[in-house]
């Protein structure tokens, strides 16, 4: 049973394809088929004789231009009746049986031309396309104008009417066996039909669900087919694809291969079960795919390819961190959540003295002092609640039993679903580091010891120092102003025995005592000003600038002096005894440097660079002396050095002091030349807000 079962397969799949196109132009009945534009594209032979027309002359062209109404007719319906009933198939996707309809028939030209009076009974039937949509229309007619001039004759003589009658019914039998004959043949052709319809919306499913990249290729190098997944992996279009050579998609240096194997199958017949290749992505990128193919005797090759980049990089990513892992100098071990041993890398070996096979299976604690077993413990129960313990400094052993130092780092590894299953733990050898801590420890504690000597030593030199500037400012400055005065009582009293020379030289001991007086004073101003301490309070500029003028009043009255202030001054966290000297030393400053015959023209400003907040901010002191040169710029604010000579007072310790002012406030002090002649001192006082409400005047503020 079984075997005479197969044979009949056997036998019926050996028989020829049945050809459809000549089966139906060689059908009896009257058939033409349209297209859903009224485009005639098939026709029965026996429609061609009962119309008059010849197939080459009709395929290809519109149903109502090889078949227009009779223009002499001018109650002709024909066409309008037939338009509307494929209309309407068109529209409901039904069947659509029409009246008998009188649709005149053109005579060819070899036949006198004209039209000759036809009368139809149409049947108009939808087929269907694998997309669901209507693909054909079949226009079914039986000629029926004997049976209607028949039934117009009236009532003529018995005889034809008996004649009619049964001519009418032997005509009415023929055209219903004539019906059933065809309607058997479009059964048989409608399943063969739907069995292939079938069998491609399969096809086409298969194609468009499969996640991986299907495809037919011909032994000319191009792709006959391609599934959706070529788009959707590689962005070529289905047309790119299919119209280009598919080794326009290799890598170049994947070409010989892909020929060789493409060769194999051709010549051989052999099947590919495993091919790699790189195909270029539409964005330039390259993909690797893995092949499986299968040659057909047609010369067809049918493939699945599958991308498997993510793949690939996971393999090198794999292979790089295992290299990672085996050259790491420190220990990278594996276990499980029971402590035991699973992985153990060259460092481990390194560092414990323990191969491979002498310590994976056991359990780590074989690594672990007595006495911080609890370690272990601790840290596997965090783990197992994915928790990371990073640089745990302890002790291990090694495998001679000595004690080493480390630091550990574990993490848990996943594994399915995220599940934790195990540890990863990563061991450094800290011995030289916790040396070198202990040196450290050992330095420190040293540098402590010297620090401490030398801020006792410091702070005795600096008691010493006190010790000094008091000696200084009394006992120093004592015999000065003996001599000061002592000079000026000889110069009162003896003036009258005194020639010129005698009073110019009792004169010159006045100055000079003076001098040495003032120069004392700012060498104790200088000191005190780097011992200063460090601000606290918050001061108004406009204050510090009040004071410093009051100082000054008798000498801006002397000289005449103009002094101009751009309000508002800002607001600053300084020492006001000190910023005030500051100022003062400006001021002083700028009231002893003028311009021959021309009285001190000063201003004072607010100072702080526009659009930078929390920028510095101080005062600047503008003169219109002879200016400072840039190459003096520098210099005049060291002790003892002067811009000009000695013909003008002082001591050269005005602008230290000025400066080293400025540096205990976390400020500068500079000058710059003034345009239009004369110079500008900035003196700053570091960043500090602004005060609040007032306006931010920039460097050239006036």
């Not at 994915?386 to 302890?394: C, K, L, N, P, Y």
């Not at 594994?415 to 580091?433: L, M, N, P, W």
């Not at 000003?529 to 601000?535: F, L, V, Y």
């Amino acid at each position: 049973m079984r075997s005479g079962s197969r044979e009949s397969t056997t036998s019926a799949t050996l028989l020829p394809q049945p050809d459809f196109q000549a089966l139906f132009e060689s059908a009896p009945g009257l058939y033409l088929v349209l297209t859903p534009t009224l485009t005639i594209v098939a026709v029965s032979q026996a429609y061609l004789q009962a119309t008059m027309t010849r197939r080459g002359e009709i395929l290809g062209r519109h149903l109502f231009d090889v078949f227009p109404d009779n223009p002499e007719d001018a109650t002709a319906t024909g066409v309008s009746n037939l338009s509307a009933s494929l209309t309407r198939v068109l529209q409901h996707r039904v069947p659509d049986a029409m009246a008998v309809q009188k649709y005149d028939i053109r005579r060819p030209d070899s036949e006198g031309g004209g039209f000759e009076e036809r009368y139809w009974s149409p049947v108009n039937t939808p087929v269907f396309g694998v997309n669901g949509k209507v693909m054909y229309i079949i226009h079914r007619v039986e000629d029926v104008t004997e049976f209607v001039r028949l039934k117009q004759t009236g009532n003529e003589q018995q005889r034809i009417t008996e004649e009619l009658r049964t001519r009418t019914g032997e005509m009415e039998a023929e055209i219903f066996r004539r019906a059933q004959h065809i309607q058997e043949i479009n059964g048989r052709l409608r399943t063969e039909l739907d069995t292939r319809k079938q069998a491609e919306q399969d096809v086409e499913h298969f194609f468009a669900l499969s996640l991986d990249m299907l495809c037919i290729a011909k032994s000319d190098g191009f792709f006959k087919r391609v599934s959706p997944a070529f788009t959707r992996t590689l962005g070529w279009s289905v047309d790119e694809m299919l119209t280009r050579p598919f080794l326009d998609f290799v890598h170049p240096d994947d070409h010989a291969a892909t020929l060789r194997e493409v060769e194999r199958q051709v010549a051989g017949g052999e099947s590919v079960l495993e091919f790699d290749n790189r195909y270029q992505h539409k964005d330039g990128s390259w993909r690797v795919l893995s092949w499986k193919s299968v040659p057909q005797p047609d010369g067809l090759m049918y493939a699945i390819a599958r991308d498997i980049t993510e793949h690939k990089r996971v393999e090198v990513a794999t292979a790089q961190l295992a290299a990672i892992v085996e050259s790491s100098d420190d220990a990278i071990v594996s276990t499980d959540l029971n402590s035991i041993i699973a992985t153990w890398n060259q460092g481990a070996e390194r560092l414990f003295g323990y191969t491979a096979g002498e310590i994976v299976g056991w359990p780590f604690t074989r690594l672990i002092p007595p006495d911080r077993l609890h370690e272990e413990a601790k840290l596997l129960e965090g783990i197992r609640h994915g928790i990371r313990t990073q640089h745990f400094d302890t002790v291990r052993l090694r495998k001679d039993g000595s004690p080493l130092e480390v630091s550990v780092t574990v993490s848990p590894i996943k594994g399915a679903g995220g599940c934790t299953v195990g540890a990863s733990k990563i061991i450094r050898d800290i011995t030289e580091r916790k040396s070198a801590e202990q040196a450290l420890r050992l330095a420190h504690a040293e540098l402590e010891r010297r620090v401490e000597e030398r801020t006792a030593e410091l702070s005795k030199r600096t008691r010493d120092l006190e010790t000094l500037l008091y000696v200084t400012s009394h006992d120093l400055r004592e015999p000065l102003r003996s001599i000061e005065n002592f000079s000026r009582m000889v110069h009162d009293r003896y003036a009258d025995q005194l020639d010129d020379k005698g009073k110019d030289f009792l004169r010159r001991v006045v100055r000079g005592a003076q001098r040495m007086d003032q120069l004392m004073a700012d060498l104790l101003a200088l000191s005190r000003a780097q011992r200063m301490d460090q601000p606290t309070e918050e001061v108004e500029g406009e204050r510090i600038v009040e004071e410093a003028l009051r100082r000054l009043g008798d000498k801006i009255k002397e000289t005449g002096a103009t002094v101009r202030i751009a309000k508002p001054l800002p607001r600053f966290r300084a020492n006001s005894t000190w910023v005030t000297q500051g100022v003062y030393n400006l001021l002083t400053n700028a009231l002893k440097f003028t311009r021959p015959g021309e009285a001190p023209n000063i201003e004072i400003a607010p100072y702080q660079p526009s659009g930078q907040a929390n920028a510095e901010v101080g005062l600047v002191v503008r003169d219109r002396g002879p200016g400072v040169a840039p190459e003096h710029a520098e210099r005049i604010f060291q002790l003892f050095q002067r811009a000009v000579g000695r013909e003008i007072e002082g001591t050269g310790a005005g602008l230290a002091i000025v400066r080293q002012v400025a540096e205990r406030h976390g400020g500068r002090a500079w000058v710059r030349p003034r345009e239009g002649g004369g110079a500008e001192f900035i003196l700053t006082f570091g960043a500090t807000n602004p005060q609040k409400g007032s306006d931010v005047h920039d460097e050239s503020a006036s």
